[in-house]
């Protein structure tokens, strides 16, 4: 299982890590973190040396109840990120989390690698024919609602039953655009409640019946540290055992805030699937 960036295949038959670098002052974990042009490079070139294969960047906060912002903030906030990135590391790999056609194509001719829609082109009617244009890998993801609203939408007539339907929609508009590379996420913490998570990690196996690959998204959200009663910033351990499940269940790229915890994880993983085999 393969998908084309910018020329190179990369093989997911292997579990690869996705590193978050997130530019808003409200994201859940990591707001207003870097706020410099250094501390953003000093945080690529760490996820990069612990062993990275992607970079997801975005501008635009998706946490529930988050604030929304114009266009034309989101392209000021990500721009001058992915120029200087790619300045700095002219091969890495970077996806950009964005549900805006017009910010997806200005961040791929800049040199962006992969898309990464929450809303899978349900947001942005233009969405899917501006990644048919460029031909880059397409991660669409399950949500109801938007970020404004979505924590008033978790009510489904069957919760699993609705997201395999969504998705075969989904997957069947991407593909009617002649778009190859497409990657599931399921979208834990959107439009869903703990419970609602925890069903959904518990038969993500399902999602394998698309034969494309799988991103799991779980790191440091309010699934794992709600029950254990502590914060996102105390949540890594958390994070790990889910990632295991996860990767367990058939999940292709691990989308986490912190790269060592993640390739440690999937080392050992690795280590029980040899086992299996031999």
């Known amino acids: ?27 859940f974990y990591d ?34 109840g ?19 990135v790619l300045n700095k590391f002219p091969q890495v790999l970077i996806s950009i989390d964005t549900f805006r056609s017009k910010v997806a194509a200005r961040c791929i001719e800049m040199g962006a690698s992969i898309i990464n829609d929450i809303s899978a082109g349900k947001l942005d009617e233009q969405m899917l024919d501006t990644v048919a244009k460029y031909q880059v890998p397409y991660i669409m993801m399950h949500m109801k609602g938007n970020p404004q609203n979505m924590k008033e ?22 593909r009617s655009k002649k778009i190859n590379d497409i990657i599931l996420d399921p979208g834990f913490g959107f439009a869903k409640n703990i419970q ?24 440091r959200k309010s699934m794992i540290y709600k029950p254990l009663k502590n914060t996102a910033q105390e949540a890594l351990n958390g994070t790990t055992a889910l990632n295991m499940l996860a990767l367990n269940s058939g999940a292709s790229i691990l989308r986490v805030h912190d790269v060592k915890e993640a390739l440690e994880c999937i080392t050992l993983f690795n280590e029980l699937e040899a086992a299996n085999k031999s």
């Open 1 to 27: 299982m393969t998908i084309n960036c910018k020329g190179d295949l990369i093989d997911l038959s292997t579990p690869k890590v996705m590193g978050v670098l997130n530019l808003t002052p409200d994201s």
């Open 31 to 64: 707001g207003g973190k870097y706020k410099s042009e250094s501390d953003i490079l000093k945080k690529v070139e760490k996820m990069l040396f612990e062993g990275t294969t992607f970079i997801d960047i975005g501008a635009y906060s998706s946490r529930p």
């Open 66 to 84: 988050a604030t929304n912002i114009s266009e034309e903030e989101e392209l000021k906030r990500i721009t001058p990120i992915i120029e200087f």
């Open 153 to 174: 939408m978790t009510n489904y007539d069957d919760l699993l039953k609705d997201i395999l339907f969504y998705f075969s929609e989904r997957v069947q508009a991407a």
């Open 196 to 219: 609602q998570n925890y069903r959904l990690l518990a038969n993500l196996n399902l999602l394998k019946t698309f034969d494309l690959p799988i991103l799991a998204g779980l790191s």
